[in-house]
């Protein structure tokens, strides 16, 4: 069953909070909503579960006017960033909860309750109360009280946003498990993270200032952003852009990089531009035109990756380095970004040539 | 800034300790003036007593504690200077920002124009210049909590700076930020630092060094850069790194290791193991895909590939078992099925009973 958004905006006088929000969500797939804090996720979330209402537009599940249907009867599932659960009630009894409140017999009840529990691998925790458990075991909870349901459409807002990366790398692996049991639902998935959306989403949408700037199959979306702020969004840490040119079949960069032009924007105009690359395609090293030296403002470990925000006189660039290694603030570096890997943007911030896969 | 020793330093929580009681287990260490150390570990590990014993909170039920060459063992949390900042920022709300960061200074009868010098060039320092007139509490988090350690680094007499878990309460997309303010502050500056955190990006962003800490004791000790490439345990190979360690288990016969059909060469000297199951650990990182043949060459089932944007992971079954080759997107994955996996011995290390064999 589809969830159709058309023409969806919630805006309260000047703010506008979701603009002109048209989508069409289709069952068994996951829709990976991703954007910054604000950019509408949550807002976009809460308008479908009924908890905003819409200031235009209307929201179809199938051939019902969802909009039109009490919060507490359109049968949605929600997971929030927050642990939420009943604190005084056991693991099975925050489980079957939702189900007895259906009036599902209780044997039966119990019976479903303990099968998603096996499922999200909480079965030798069922008589425990939730404070007695990890957070990523309180969270597993809140996942299994929303699966239990069998709704037609399941949100889950940034669900493991609160937890730390090692569970957060688990749970992402569970969730694409879980999730193929869902076939009957739309499966909405809030993040800020780009990893967690390649990884687990059939579709991408990119969310910014309330509206949808581009959607598509997440690893198109990733090749090719549609804008310098879909580029941001999508790339973590965000993609370095620094301000230059194109003239004489050179491109260049602030006022001291110079290289030619690289085979896939060979065919642009001559102007002004801005260049976009990914941390991951900038270099260690003083290889050629398009090297240059400066010191390291920062560096980050992230995982097994280490990032090197450094000051050149083009502009500060990230990069990211496979493994750990040790670097100090001010140390000199030299720097190489790929040419064949640089995304063009024009000045108003549309893509104007990628470099493919 | 002060260099910190423990001797023999032990805690119990228990009135009537036994060995099995000991929530941090008797250590001997230096921590080295103007170092800063990251101690992780799960919950009840012992991070969290280290440091109250580092702050005088918690009297250790064993054992002497120096700052550089004085005993504090007996030293009240108050005398020994130490800055604290908690999960929670700790404020004056009724103050503003500057007479929040000027308190600890007012209370030791400074004077006013060296409070006015002191308070500014931190103010500078913490980025919260601009707002030093506002109320304290109508900050953000993230913004109290950079009060809470502006007011640690007011006094020019602290010995450590004690931080346990401070980005707690931060909104994630303001820890990123925080988290690079804190480093650009504390790096660079003579000041010891200990922070306590489960979170290991905070860790190895902030510190020189890392202590790994399991049921009351240490387990490593290093640059996130020694524990990345020589874990000395299981738990330390899948605590470090993004994901974690492959474990793959093997069968020693005459000081060789054998996973199914493959001989496999590993760094570590495995002539003095007897014969018996294994686990070979080598990081997803250095499991690289050849074609060909030679030594830990190796043939295995890809069977699945994840986007992780600039990288991938590609899942792979071999001689029954599971590997991950962690490559960069530059690198076109090859399609599902037989694929040519090489892990350089060099990367291969033997573990056994869940601890590196040496």
Not at chain 1, 252 to 276: D, N, R
Request: glycine share 8%; hydrophobic share 40%; proline share 4%.
């Amino acid at each position: 069953m589809n969830l159709n958004l058309q023409e969806l905006s919630v805006e309260h006088g000047e703010e506008v909070i979701l603009k002109d929000i048209n989508y069409d969500f289709q069952s068994g797939k996951i829709y990976i909503l991703i954007g910054r804090t604000t950019s509408g996720k949550t807002s976009l979330m809460r308008t479908i579960a009924g908890l905003i209402e819409p200031t235009s537009g209307q929201i179809l599940l199938g051939e019902e006017r969802l909009d039109k249907v009490p919060i507490w009867e359109r049968g949605i599932a929600m997971v929030y960033q927050q642990f939420i659960n009943y604190p005084h009630r056991s693991v099975l009894n925050n489980v079957e909860f939702p189900l007895l409140r259906a009036g599902v017999a209780k044997a039966e009840a119990k019976a479903q309750a303990l099968q998603i529990l096996e499922k999200v691998g909480l079965s030798e925790f069922k008589d425990r109360k939730p404070s007695q458990l990890s957070g990523g075991q309180q969270q597993r909870v809140a996942i299994a009280r929303a699966l239990v349901r069998n709704t037609r459409v399941i949100l889950l807002d940034e669900p493991l946003m609160n937890l730390d990366y090692k569970l957060r790398e688990q749970l992402r692996e569970e969730f694409r498990v879980l999730f193929k049991s869902t076939a009957q639902s739309v499966t909405i998935y809030a993040t800020t993270e780009p990893s967690e959306a390649l990884f687990l989403g059939d579709e991408l949408l990119v969310m910014h200032e309330g509206r949808i700037i581009q959607s598509g199959k997440p690893n198109y979306v990733f090749e090719n952003p549609a804008t310098i702020d879909v580029a941001q969004i999508v790339n973590d840490p965000p993609m370095t852009i620094l301000d230059g040119e194109i003239k004489d079949n050179q491109v260049i960069i602030g006022k001291t990089m110079q290289f030619p032009v690289p085979s896939h924007i060979k065919s642009v105009a001559s102007g002004k531009y801005k260049f976009g690359i990914r941390a991951s395609e900038v270099t260690l090293g003083l290889t050629g035109s398009s090297s240059e030296e400066g010191n390291v403002a920062l560096s980050e470990v992230s995982g097994s990756e280490t990032l090197l925000y450094v000051k050149l006189a083009i502009g500060e660039v990230v990069l990211q380095l496979e493994g750990i290694h040790e670097y100090h603030i001010g140390e000199k570096v030299a720097v190489t970004l790929a040419p064949h890997r640089i995304f063009l943007f024009n000045m108003d911030g549309t893509l104007c040539a990628a470099p493919g896969n | 800034m002060a260099k910190i020793t423990f001797t023999n330093i032990g805690h119990t929580y228990d009135k009537n300790p036994d060995q099995s009681t000991w929530a941090l287990k008797p250590i001997s260490m230096v921590w080295e003036s103007g170092r800063s150390y990251a101690l992780v570990g799960p919950s009840g590990c012992g991070k969290t007593t280290i440091l109250n014993i580092i702050s005088g909170i918690v009297n250790p039920f064993q054992g002497q504690i120096l700052f550089d060459d004085v005993d504090v063992t007996k030293v009240p949390t108050a005398k020994r200077n130490v800055a604290l900042v908690f999960q929670f920022p700790t404020i004056y709300k009724s103050m503003t920002v500057k007479e929040n960061l000027a308190f600890p200074l007012v209370c030791r009868g400074w004077k006013q124009e060296a409070i006015e010098a002191r308070v500014g060039s931190v103010a500078e320092q913490i980025g919260i210049s601009h707002k030093l007139d506002r109320s304290a509490s109508k900050l953000g988090a993230d913004e109290k909590q950079l009060i809470s350690l502006g007011r640690g680094l007011v006094r020019d007499d602290v010995t450590a700076l004690l931080m346990d878990e401070p980005l707690t309460v931060i909104d994630p997309q303001l820890k990123f930020e925080l988290r690079k303010k804190i480093k650009q502050i504390i790096e660079g500056k003579d000041i010891t630092v200990v922070y306590v955190t489960h979170d290991q990006y905070e860790a190895m962003t902030f510190a020189d060094e890392l202590l790994v800490m399991d049921l009351g004791q240490l387990v490593q000790r290093g640059t996130p850069e020694e524990l990345f490439e020589n874990p000395v345990s299981n738990y330390v190979g899948n605590f470090i790194g993004s994901p974690a360690m492959n474990f793959i288990k093997a069968e020693v016969s005459n000081g060789v290791a054998q996973i199914g059909q493959y001989k496999i060469a590993a760094s570590t000297n495995l002539q003095g193991v007897a014969n018996q199951q294994i686990h070979l650990g080598i990081r997803p990182e250095y499991v690289e895909l050849y074609s060909g043949s030679g030594e830990n060459v190796v043939s295995a089932e890809l069977v699945g590939v994840d986007d992780l944007g600039s990288t991938r992971i590609l899942n792979c079954r071999f001689e029954g078992q599971f590997i991950k080759a962690k490559i960069p997107r530059s690198i076109t994955p090859p399609a599902l099925g037989t694929v040519g996996l090489r892990l350089p011995k060099a990367k291969v290390i033997g573990f056994k009973g869940g601890l590196q064999i040496r």
